[in-house]
């Protein structure tokens, strides 16, 4: 009799096992939250090479763009043929292309050559009021300092039309030679504010008389942007 009671029990105590184990194997795993925790990249991407050569001031990079944007002011000269004072206030927008990296290293001229194309306009406001408006290809060099100050010369020739008229000037269509210099300063990698000083022309070239020409000093702030 006793054995048959401690059979019954040790039966149920076992099914009871089961039947907890069973139910226990049943309940879903936990969640994995492993996936869900951004995991560090095994590299670093390097950034973008730039505009630079090697670091601000050690030259541009081949094919490096710029688009600036100048004001300022001409002050007349009555010289060179001029008989007349031309003084004239200008803006100018100009699409620069670096046409290669660094040239000349280990001299302190080492530098990038830049073609730029600049379209200005303005008006002239001494000794009468005048407009006018051209279209100029420069080139230009800019000499690598290793600095943030980037100085620059520049000549440049194209076309002028202009409402300027006699004494000096004997029609619309004119044409201007430009030759100058300046400095750029960087205020981030690719921001730059400047000033630049060229000498400007305009004359027709002997197509139609008279030809005796504008001729002035003209003086320009601006900021550029290179990408």
């Given at each position: 009799m006793e054995s048959s009671r401690f059979i019954h029990r040790s039966l149920v105590a076992g099914s009871t096992l089961a039947t907890t184990l069973s139910n226990y194997a049943a309940e879903p795993a936990p969640p994995d939250f492993s996936d869900a925790v951004p995991q560090p990249a095994s590299t670093l991407e390097s950034p973008g090479p730039g505009i630079w050569q090697a670091g601000v001031g050690e030259g541009f990079r081949s094919s490096v763009h710029s688009i600036s944007f100048d004001l300022g002011a001409s002050y007349g000269l009555a010289h060179f043929g001029?008989?007349?004072v031309h003084d004239l206030a200008l803006a100018s927008l100009t699409y620069g292309l670096m046409l290669d990296g660094p040239v000349s290293d280990g001299h302190w001229y080492r530098g990038n050559w830049e073609l730029r194309f600049e379209l200005f306009s303005g008006a002239q406001f001494s000794p009468n009021s005048a407009w006018l408006v051209g279209l100029t290809p420069h080139l230009r060099y800019n000499f690598a300092t290793g600095t943030r100050w980037i100085p620059c010369?520049?000549?440049?020739?194209?076309?002028?039309?202009?409402?300027?008229?006699?004494?000096?000037?004997?029609?619309?269509?004119?044409?201007?030679?430009?030759?100058?210099?300046?400095?750029?300063?960087?205020?981030?990698?690719?921001?730059?504010?400047?000033?630049?000083?060229?000498?400007?022309?305009?004359?027709?070239?002997?197509?139609?008389?008279?030809?005796?020409?504008?001729?002035?000093?003209?003086?320009?702030?601006?900021?550029?942007?290179?990408?």
């Open positions: 001029s008989t007349q010369f520049d000549v440049g020739a194209g076309v002028t039309a202009t409402s300027i008229g006699l004494p000096d000037l004997s029609g619309t269509f004119q044409f201007n030679l430009q030759g100058g210099g300046g400095v750029q300063w960087f205020i981030r990698d690719n921001i730059s504010f400047g000033v630049d000083v060229r000498y400007l022309h305009i004359s027709c070239a002997g197509i139609n008389t008279p030809n005796l020409g504008v001729n002035t000093i003209r003086g320009m702030l601006g900021a550029s942007f290179y990408f």
